[in-house]
């Protein structure tokens, strides 16, 4: 996944991270996408699973009555920025390094945002989706990838470049 320079960071993440400093913290160290066994594999896919299996979609609006609110799912409800935050959770707990658990922002194909966790490894990038219990390689999913986390701090956000901007000109 071609990242270009920092963006901003989401109003939701930045309020996440206000009461979750620990989380959204530089990496020190080695930031090298990570080499997964055939065990790390399995724990990815069996993470991604179980907490789609166990978390009941529900809106920001539903839970919170307002938009944009970024937690971990302590009740069993949230939308999808709570399932990757659970995610991420309990792949670093599993010995994943934050720098290849990345928080990404994507839009659907029908123009809507939504939210994703990209697994960084030295295969690729791969993709785990509250919409689906398949990991898959970030190209093969039918998404529009706009910014994710960068890979050196939790708390800073890069651009995706995949060469899909259009120019936009003006005429007087």
Request: charged share 25%; with cysteine.
């Amino acid at each position: 996944m071609p990242v270009g320079g920092i963006t901003s960071q989401p109003i939701g993440h930045f309020e996440f991270c206000e009461q979750h400093r620990r989380d959204c913290q530089p990496h020190t160290g080695n930031t090298i996408a990570a080499r997964l066994t055939s065990f790390g594999w399995n724990t990815v896919i069996a993470i991604n699973n179980a907490v789609n299996a166990e978390i009941q979609p529900v809106t920001d609006e539903e839970l919170y009555g307002r938009e944009e609110v970024w937690a971990y799912p302590e009740d069993g409800a949230g939308d999808c920025e709570d399932f990757v935050l659970e995610k991420r959770r309990r792949l670093e707990k599993a010995g994943i390094s934050a720098s290849d658990l990345l928080i990404t922002v994507v839009r659907k194909p029908n123009g809507e945002g939504h939210a994703v966790l990209t697994l960084r490894t030295n295969d690729g990038d791969f993709i785990l989706d509250n919409l689906s219990d398949d990991v898959l390689a970030w190209s093969d999913t039918p998404y529009t990838f706009l910014k994710r986390q960068a890979s050196f701090d939790s708390g800073r956000w890069v651009k995706i470049e995949t060469g899909t901007d259009l120019p936009v000109a003006s005429l007087r």
